[in-house]
């Protein structure tokens, strides 16, 4: 694939997967895996599939050939997206496909969750856990402005009933400072560690 940033990535089976991001001058939506044993790179054929941007998250869905993405920025139209997609590749073979694009993959839009997603962002961080999705933070709009802010809230998506918590998750204790850009990862089945991050970039997007 050719060089960018703010891309998204996971692992699975041997393989590392790469989704959209930025160049110099354009935003992607292509994706590629990584045989990590063979040092082989596949490019997918897709038909459907979300829009170019960078600063969303993709985390692999447990027990499952399938990965769901939330977010980002798309600097076309210069709007933070909140869509919800899903990457199957249950009916893809890289290491079996000799063209060099790899058939069998798709992506599905989300449209059917209920609840209040959260507001459209960029930078946030995602980890999914027994069927839960948790979102942290990212920059968003500040509310009844096109400036941007960064948020600390936790969201959550249950998995099995497409459905969000709603309002966003109630914590004790001090609440990290708004950031994005930062990391986040699950070290035991009911805790997160987050490290790091930065404040928001002053920007103005439109509605």
């Known amino acids: 694939p050719i060089e960018r940033s703010y891309h998204a990535a996971w692992y699975d089976s041997g393989y590392m997967y790469i989704h959209a991001g930025k160049t110099m001058k354009d935003q992607h939506n ?52 909140d869509d919800l997609w899903v990457f199957d590749y249950s009916r893809a073979y890289p290491e079996k496909d000799v063209e060099s694009e790899v058939q069998g993959a798709e992506w599905k839009k989300i449209t059917d969750d209920t609840g209040k997603r959260p507001a459209p962002r960029k930078g946030h961080t995602a980890t999914l856990m027994q069927k839960t999705l948790f979102i942290f933070g990212g920059a968003t709009r500040a509310p009844d402005t096109t400036n941007s802010t960064t948020d600390c809230s936790v969201y959550m998506l249950d998995m099995v009933t497409s459905t969000w918590n709603g309002t966003t998750l109630k914590t004790m204790g001090v609440n990290p400072a708004p950031r994005m850009l930062q990391c986040m990862k699950f070290y035991t089945p009911s805790q997160i560690v987050i490290f ?12």
């Open 30 to 81: 292509d994706i590629h895996s990584f045989n990590v044993a063979t040092k082989v790179w596949k490019k997918y054929y897709l038909v459907a599939y979300p829009s170019p941007r960078d600063q969303h998250q993709i985390c692999k869905i447990e027990d499952s050939k399938s990965a769901i993405l939330f977010g980002g920025f798309s600097s076309a139209k210069n709007v933070l997206l």
């Open 196 to 207: 790091g991050g930065m404040s928001v970039i002053p920007m103005s997007y439109k509605g």
